[in-house]
């Protein structure tokens, strides 16, 4: 079968019933996803400066059909397919040629590959959770490395053990759950880098129920690692009220009892407290959308939203809240226009239609925007 993403067209197998056969992989539904990241290589090229004429190169680390190699190859890079299986190598092959681009596909295990070669954007694109291939990609990239996990039920601490042993944090299952996934994977990112004394510093980030993407923009040095690294902390969390407090620090000092409900409190972490995203790059990577990309409006929205997102490590449902409280909801935008007419910050997210940010605590949240019956 053939699909045409962006300005490219690839030749993908059909996909047997979820998980099973051992066709080489490919998956509709994250064209956001990939048009996301030709929209981030290109909003990168934007703000350099380049002096010579080389050429900027990105590994597509877990090529598959090479979807994403072929489509940074067709952005001018020098793109770099790799992949362990031999039929996604040929596959990546005839799919580069098929473009007339001269893209590299190469048939090697990533790690090996990122431990010898250097390139300007690492992309990893598992099966399942990125860590496997983290330490490796901040060896083998030397601007940004791009990162998608599918784990979504270990990062949101609903399959905490697994979630504990990959990430080396405490994930809490919370209502937020693509939140904390998204805070919980960048946390071990950031710990990741910093053990070779680099800043890895998330400039663009989008979760959905199933997947959690990233973009780390890379400095080096132990003092911008460290800044890093100051940016990590706990969270504090009661099933009860939903009341939820920030504590930064690497050493958990957790709350006993909510001091709002008296319930037992749930403490996460390490996890990344600091934003997810970087509003002025999420801003020039909305303007490098273009209309022939299949998801633009979709794409163009989401940066809107993510660039607008209020700097808080946590969200809330209205909806949610309004059913535990057993009230009526309202329209999101008069929602946050009570919550702002009350005087504090609020924004929408990205998390889901009925989220929302804001300072206020959960008893203010209720206090300022909710009409009680
Ligand atoms: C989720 S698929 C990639 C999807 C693709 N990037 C896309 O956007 O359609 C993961 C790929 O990683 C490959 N893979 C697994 N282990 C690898 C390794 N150690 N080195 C390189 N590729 C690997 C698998 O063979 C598989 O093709
Ligand atoms: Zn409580």
Redesign the pocket.
Known sequence: MRVTEGDVTVAVPEQPDAGVGDA????PV?EL??DLTVAVLRALEAETDRDGDRTPRYL??????G??GVRAAAEGFEATC????PD?VELARENMARNDLDGRVVH????ALMHEETFDVV?I???GTPI??ADAAFRGATRLVCITA?DTAPLCGAHFESGVRHYSAVPRNTEYHAEMGMRVLISALVRTAARYDLAARPVFSHATKHYARTYLRLDSGARAANALVDELGHVDHCEHCLYREATPGLVADPLDWCPECDEAIQTAGPIWLGRTCDPAFAETVREAVDDGMGTAEQARELCETVAAELDEPTHYDQHRLCKRWGVGAVAMDEFIERLRAAGYSASRTHYGGTTFKTDAEVTEIRAAAVEED
């Open positions: 080489v992989f490919f998956n994250q996803n990939r597509d680390a877990n090529a598959a059909s979807v994403r790799c992949d362990v299986d996604a090697r295990d990533a790690n992309d694109d598992p099966f496997p291939f599918t």
